[in-house]
């Protein structure tokens, strides 16, 4: 997989998608603790689970943020989307 010109790797692809599931679970933990509040938390848990899944599974991998946060971590420098 190629962004910016660059060729990803495996290991920043796999690194990038547990930080995406990450943040996903993360979400929950947030209103789990009181924090965040949501109406009807069984199906938001429900709705960030299968999110981190789908991650892991690769199934963001095509999305811009998906390909510019994996460039960050294998290079360590952002793209500026905007000019």
């Known amino acids: ?7 990803l790797t495996e290991e920043s692809i796999q690194k990038t998608r547990q930080l995406f599931a990450d943040i996903s679970l993360a979400c929950i933990e947030e209103v789990e603790c009181g924090k965040v509040r949501v109406n009807d938390p069984e199906s938001y848990f429900a709705w960030r689970k299968e999110e981190a899944k789908e991650v892991m599974e690769g199934k963001a991998d095509h999305t811009l943020t998906f390909l510019q946060r994996a460039y960050y971590v294998q290079t360590g420098e952002s793209v500026a989307l905007l000019p």
């Open 1 to 7: 997989m190629r962004f910016n010109g660059l060729e």
